[in-house]
């Protein structure tokens, strides 16, 4: 296990500091492939996949379990950490590294033992949230779930748009520490990590029951939007994993959502943009632009917030 020290931190932070034009806009701006292709509600759909690719790793599963109040405190945690990745996508430079800063903080006191032995993971195997390895998975899915949700709405990307994508987020996992020797150069470099690591993954008991609390079947009735949410999940996941988990292994009901996405995806890309827009993106854009911050931002922030609780009921 190589955990990431402070001073690792600090050293990743100034180097990137040094490749920042505009300060102002952050570390990737609104010109960068990553706000256009990332920037809007759409990104949401792929929460589920995101979330249960990471349980799926028995050294975040038993993280989470010991140490985060996701179960007592679904708004809460849903809002913190959304603040946190928000201001570090989003915010000026300065915003950013105030996150990344508090995030390895709170990480440093989320460290233990896994207690039972999950696959290839033996009992009594150490774990730490500033796991060089387990941050480069958890930042792996975000990317891997942003292309996928992005192609299921936009049509396949260009070879150039994910390659790209794969640079400049890069720059968000410096905001972790993570080690460039340990990031991709490319989609085909992340494809290849993706696919060595699939097979790899363990479901433990403590992240099948994570995973049914969070389609919302931890309440005992499950809400319609936890219901939603568990179809397109499964439709998006490995059936390996929709079986470990305990997700509804329906290939009619795969191929209806299938179905429905692609009949959603031409009225959605017709909706304008501030309409769908994820309100930090859209504040961000108008704080470049010397403008006021919106309401309307405001208003779907505080619904986007909700969202977690409405969920898992």
Known sequence: MSVVVRTELEAALGELRTTIED??????????TSWKI????AVFIGGGRAALLQLAHPMVAYAIDHHSTTRSDVLGRFQRTFRN???MVFGELDDAFVAARRVHQIHTRITGTIPETIGSWPAGTLYAANDADALRWVHATLVDTTLLVRERIDGPLSQATKDAFII???R???LFGIPDRLLPDSYADHAAYMARMLPTLAVAPCARDMAQFLVGKGAGVQTPLGRALELVTASMLPRE????FGLVDSPLATLAIHAATAAFAPMYRA????LVAIPAGSEARRRLAGLPPSRFAAWTERQLFGLGRRVTG
Not at 23 to 32: D, V
Not at 38 to 41: A, I
């Open 172 to 174: 968000f996992a410096k």
């Open 168 to 170: 400049e987020m890069r």
């Open 85 to 87: 990745v928000f201001a």
């Open 241 to 244: 994993l929709v079986r470990a």
């Open 23 to 32: 300060p102002r806009a952050g570390i990737l701006g609104p010109h960068s």
């Open 38 to 41: 990332g920037g809007d509600l």
């Open 271 to 274: 909706l304008p943009k501030r």
